[in-house]
């Protein structure tokens, strides 16, 4: 059977990117791409990469356009795509790329966001660890209808550190993440902090001193990873670096007293050893972003720093597909029972 799909949001970076993945999906039919201020335009005035959609035209994202496909994908700005909440009642399925739908507390989204608060989805991250027993979050996504994709730099710091939260062998109250990002994360509105003139040749960090809006969001996947209660602080640093896409995450958080280096170890293999797209590297290695470009797998380097009393984890994504798009439809795959790495590829791009 093949599904009936719409993109809203198409014009842009994680909209492209949907379509670009979904395009390679036997069991989908991209029948409906939209936008704003796009709307009217061909698909590849904008997405010039995807000749396979040239045949199609963005249309005005509205509740009538989007209705009646199978499944709907909302690319859209924070804040925008809620207000299609109710329009979409009768979708089979709908997923958001965007934030409004991430978040459990109402005064979490007040804190970062603003505005109306909607309720919280099934959060699209499966192999995020859920509580004690090694249960993960792919059980929630098994025949959900409403899915939150997760936030790219949420989604890397929760995958790096939530085996030793759940496993008891990491302080989660005290949190050290920098991250070297591209820019591609901040979507393709016009802003001088983004231009290439502002940012090649050098770092820029933003969002310093916990402002940046993914930290309830990494408090809150860590906290669902915490077999009991559990105090998750974090200082969280962003740094814009020259390169179009990619995070490198580097994280770091105080060993347990008791906890051995076997002990830490083992709770990241047990958590990912069997995972086709998250990926520990042996023993001394880590990653470049350069080797999950264009592919759905996030690569961890582990690394225990006794000196210092902390277990440093480094994981390296592409913001825009395990990050956002290739989470999303990863996610699709398990709600829709396909096998769950259709249309997605753990082989990166080099050079």
């Known amino acids: 059977m093949t599904l009936s799909v719409a993109v809203s949001g198409a014009s842009g970076y994680a909209g492209g990117e949907i379509l670009r993945l979904l395009a390679a999906h036997p069991d989908i039919r991209i029948t409906t791409v939209t936008a704003h201020s796009n709307a009217g335009d061909a698909l590849v005035q904008h997405q010039p990469h995807l000749r396979s959609l040239a045949h199609l035209t963005l249309q005005p994202t509205t509740p009538d356009v989007l209705a009646g496909h199978d499944v709907v994908f909302l690319a859209l700005p924070h804040g925008q795509s809620g207000q299609y909440t109710d329009a979409l009642a009768d979708t089979p399925l709908v997923i958001d790329a965007g934030a409004d739908h991430r978040l459990t507390s109402p005064a979490a989204w007040d804190a970062f966001y603003g505005g109306a608060f909607h309720e919280p989805w099934t959060y699209g991250v499966p192999e995020l660890l859920v509580g004690a027993g090694g249960a993960k979050q792919r059980d929630a996504l098994v025949g959900a209808s409403r899915i939150a994709a997760p936030g790219c730099n949420a989604s890397t710091v929760a995958l790096s550190l939530a085996p030793g939260v759940a496993a008891g062998v990491i302080d989660p109250s005290d949190i050290v993440s920098v991250l070297a990002v591209g820019p591609s994360g901040a979507g393709k ?121 902390r277990v440093v984890v480094v994981t390296a994504v592409d913001n825009l597909v395990k990050g956002t798009a290739g989470a999303a439809i990863q996610s699709m795959n398990i709600a829709l029972g396909l096998p769950e790495a259709t249309g997605l590829t753990v082989n990166g791009v080099a050079p």
Not at 264 to 276: K, L, M, V
């Open 189 to 309: 509105s016009l802003k001088t902090t983004l231009l290439a003139s502002e940012i090649l040749g050098s770092a820029n960090p933003y969002a310093v001193g916990g402002t940046h809006r993914h930290i309830p969001e990494i408090q809150q996947a860590l906290a669902a990873a915490a077999p009991a209660a559990a105090d998750v602080r974090i200082s969280f640093t962003p740094v814009l670096v020259p390169m179009a896409r990619g995070i490198l995450a580097t994280s770091t958080a105080p060993i347990v007293d008791g906890a051995t280096d076997a002990e830490i170890r083992a709770a990241w293999e047990d958590a990912y050893g069997s995972e086709t797209f998250v990926q520990l590297l042996p023993e001394g290695q880590f990653p470049r972003t350069a080797d999950v470009l264009g592919a759905n797998t996030a690569l961890v380097g582990l690394a225990i720093d006794r000196p210092a009393g």
